[in-house]
Every structure is written in C-alpha cells, then in structure tokens.
C-alpha cells in the first residue's frame, strides 16, 4: 500500500483504522439470516453486524413522511407495507441469496420517493468503518461533528465492524446518505436510503442484496 493520506475531518489517532480498514471483499451471502418483524427487516450476519432496516415510508411532493400498518408473516420470511391511499409495499427475503426485495404494483401518483431508514449501533466507530462503491473504507466519525458524513447515489455500501467483519449492501443508484444522530443526542448512527420513484418511474420493484463482507 502506498502512503495514506488521513483527510483532515478525521483525527490522527484513526490512522491505523484507515490502514487496517483499506480494502473490503465480499464473501457469502449464506451466512446472513434475514427476518422480519414488527420493527422491520432484520439483518443477523453474526460477527459481521446486525442491523434492523426499519419498515419502509414513503414521501410526496409535500416532502412530509408517511407511514404504514406493518404485517410482518407469522414466519418472518415476507411483510407487509400498507398505507392509507392503498398503496402497498409487499417484502419478501430470501435466505438463500440474501436478497430483500420490495415489490408495488404501483407509485402514488404524488409519491416522491420509498425511504428505507437502518439505525446503527454507534460501536461502529470503535475501529469500525464504512465504504462505498467498493472503494477504500473509512472510519466512523469519533466524534460528533457534521450531521451527514457520506452521502450520494452510490450502489453499494460496506458497514465493517471493528473485527474486521462486516455487512455489504448492494441496491439500486438512488441517493442515500450516512448520518451522526449522536447531534441530536442519542448514542447512534443512521443510515438511510431513498429510492427514487422519479429515477425508475416504470419499476415495480427493488431488491437490497446482503452479504457479509470482510477487511482483505
């Protein structure tokens, strides 16, 4: 590795995180159990992090947040999403591919987007990282600053743990964006997703891809 440059949001004390964090590969997805309950879908990869992708809501051209009554299956394998304009998100998990995929048979018609919207626990930043695009790791902010430290329309996004084991999530380009709640005062980070009806107007699905992922 060449000499690494620690950008300067960040103090030197993380150097070594940056250096141990640099590189991540994706491993099997059969590892990771998928289930859904009342709070979501739960993502279980073990030592590689487990995170609850909350249920899903929906905004419109007022831009105010709607929720639904949330019907997880009695097996926890499929859910769901109803709100009450009759649009409805059906979830189905596969535990074989690690696949989340969110399936409508339509976009209201003043729908901007679907947000998916995961809290994580705020260990990450002890030793722990985050990468996108399958480009070199960084480490969660130590501590709180800026409210928002990534955000874009990136396709993949790797949450490694201080281990060194961690979860990838592959899923459509739409924006997204990693956020400190610890501003707010409480002791987490946010991670959250939009995908963008204006983006795939003709789409009726979606599908959010998991798989452990590993520091090479």
Known sequence: MGNLIVP??????TLLVFLALACVAPLSAQSIKLSADA???????????????????????????????????????????????????????????????????????DAASIIVNATLPVSYNEGGGYATNGGEAKPFPGEPGKQLFAQGAFTRLDLITGTGDGLSFTMPASYQQLQDSRIWGTQNFSWIYHYDFLRYPSETSFTIDVAPVKKK
């Open 39 to 109: 709070k979501g879908v739960v993502v279980d990869g073990g030592p590689s992090g487990r995170i609850v992708l909350g249920v899903p809501t929906i905004t419109g051209s007022d831009k105010k947040s709607r929720k639904p009554v949330f019907a997880p299956s009695a097996d926890g394998t499929s859910a769901v999403a109803t709100f009450t304009d009759g649009f409805v998100i059906n979830i189905v998990l596969s535990a074989e591919t690690g696949a989340i995929t969110y399936r409508f048979d339509r976009a209201p018609a």
């Open 8 to 13: 300067s949001p960040y103090p030197m004390k």
